[in-house]
């Protein structure tokens, strides 16, 4: 991911549903699990890991979709897009979809999680990869080695 000056802003598919950034991402990943494969109808999700003050939904009113579980993913009530999700318990961040961002070409997977389920051809960029999410012990050293990446 290359540095540019914040903020960002983006939008869903149709534009009734509008965000702004305002921080950096802590951490950026693909997720391979068949749950996100199903929801993003790709071969993986990407997420860009926001912390939760550099977010903001600016015009329109997201839904939630998807499993209506413990991870809250939010849609565009008119297009559907799958925007982003807030994880239950975990409020200091958002995991946008940086495909929203109004110019997402500076965003590649760090690293990639679920493995386990990812389709034989699927390829990305990720520096690491775990058959399912990393342990949480690996989450302070990862979020530090991207952090290095990003300002160098």
């Known amino acids: 991911m290359h540095n540019r000056d914040l903020p960002w802003e983006g939008g869903c598919r149709c534009g009734q549903v509008r965000l702004k950034i305002t921080a950096p991402p802590i951490l950026t990943m693909a997720c391979h699990c068949s749950g996100c494969q199903k929801m993003s109808s790709s071969a993986y999700s990407l997420s860009a890991a926001i912390p939760a003050d550099g977010f903001s939904v600016t015009d329109g009113d997201p839904v939630i979709g998807g499993l209506h579980g413990a991870a809250r993913h939010y849609f565009c009530p008119h297009c559907m897009s799958w925007m982003f999700t807030r994880p239950e318990g975990m409020d200091w961040f958002v995991n946008l979809r940086p495909t929203m961002l109004d110019d997402p070409s ?8 679920f493995t386990s389920e990812k389709l034989p051809w699927a390829t990305t960029a990720a520096v690491h990869s775990y058959e399912t999410f990393p342990p949480m012990e690996d989450y302070e050293g990862l979020v530090a080695e991207f952090a290095g990446r990003v300002s160098s």
């Open 106 to 113: 500076g965003f590649s997977p760090f690293i990639e999680t």
